[in-house]
């Protein structure tokens, strides 16, 4: 059984940055189509990036230029870097993984993802 681990949240000021991981111990996710997440509370999982199976990026459009997301084979892991973050970035970031050869946008759809993340807090404040 595949579990998705998702790790690297914490508390920054506004401006800064962050750096998440998603991994999956013993299992190739080289195939796999990775995204992430944001919720917060009484709200549903709203995509805020992903990469296709072929390593093609997606972005929801209030992130794009400031995250970046991509793969390490060799580190069978998927990076989220967060730049200049913001208070409404806030929220618990969920890492998802799907088989999938799906490559457009709808990859940020949470409906495409069938493993998850325990989810990594990220809280913008000063």
């Known amino acids: 059984q595949l579990q998705v681990m998702d790790s690297g949240g914490g508390l920054v000021q506004p401006g800064g940055s962050l750096k998440l991981s998603c991994t999956a111990p013993?299992?190739?996710?080289?195939?796999?189509?990775i995204g992430w997440f944001r919720q917060v509370p009484g709200k549903g999982r709203v995509g805020i990036a992903a990469?296709?199976?072929?390593?093609?990026?997606y972005y929801r459009d209030s992130v794009r230029g400031r995250f970046r997301i991509w793969r390490e084979s060799p580190k069978n892991t998927v990076f989220l870097l967060l730049n200049n973050l913001k208070p409404e970035d806030t929220g618990t970031y969920i890492c998802?993984?799907?088989?999938?050869?799906?490559?457009?946008?709808?990859?940020?759809?949470?409906?495409?993802?069938?493993?998850w993340g325990q989810g990594t807090q990220v809280t913008v404040s000063s």
């Open positions: 998802g993984a799907a088989d999938t050869l799906q490559t457009s946008m709808y990859l940020l759809s949470s409906e495409e993802y069938h493993y």
């Open positions: 013993g299992f190739n996710l080289g195939r796999f189509a």
């Open positions: 990469i296709s199976y072929d390593d093609r990026e």
